[in-house]
């Protein structure tokens, strides 16, 4: 312990008032030693200490330790103090052991939430992901094992060097399609389904669809069937061009 709790009481007890300064001192002294090495209130085996390991461990002398008061005296080899409390001991080995416990626990929970990232930010980290497998003619990862007949994007397709928005906006036409399955990790089939789509709503239309999909994908937005949420927003504006067409 690094206190050492003595009650105010103590100071009219008549095992206090009714000794010598001197042994109130060494009585003090014993005290604290007592407490930093939680014994218990007991100094055992030190009857045959000389008087400098006295002066060396605990601040006083052989002689001091010696004197016959009421506030420590010696039974047999240990020198037993009259007033220490041992249940203060218990009370902060079970604080201690708390603590540990505690603090392996709280290590334990942060351990877990660093290796389970937040849906949310592990669909950023999936975007991440395909995106620059998208980019750089990569396959697309994932237990299904979808996407591993995909051919990668051309390198004439001239992606830039700027942030997504641009290298969307670099991809030549004849590519989007191959472009929008290799990130939507979809099958080879669909390109010419995002191709027809294309030829409806026209090259840069779908572009722009493509543009807003990969950001809100790339802020978060669950889309955890990426081929099949760009889709359906393709063929919204699919129909609505063909309504609009039979106005």
Known sequence: MN?????????????FIGSEPTARATWLCLMLYCAEHETGGVIRDCASWGDRRWMQTVGCTKHEALLQTDLYRFRKNDLVLWGYDPRYEDVIRKKRLG????????????SAKHESTPLKDSFKDSFKDSFMDSLNGGERRGEEGRGRDL????EEAGLGT???????????????????VNFCGDKLDWV?????????????????IL???????????????????LVARVKRAVDDKRKGGTK
């Open 3 to 15: 206190w050492l709790p003595i009650s105010t009481s103590t100071r009219t007890s008549p095992e």
């Open 151 to 154: 051919k990668p994007v051309p």
């Open 162 to 180: 700027g942030d997504k928005y641009e290298k969307i906006r670099s991809i030549p036409q004849a590519d989007l399609a191959q472009w929008a």
């Open 192 to 208: 010419r389904v995002y191709k027809s789509y294309i030829s409806v709503i026209g090259p840069e239309a779908f572009r722009a």
């Open 211 to 229: 543009e807003q999909f990969v950001g809100e994908v790339y802020s978060g937005e669950d889309c955890r069937n990426r081929g099949a949420a």
């Open 99 to 110: 603590g540990a416990i505690g603090g392996k626990l709280s290590g334990a929970a942060r």
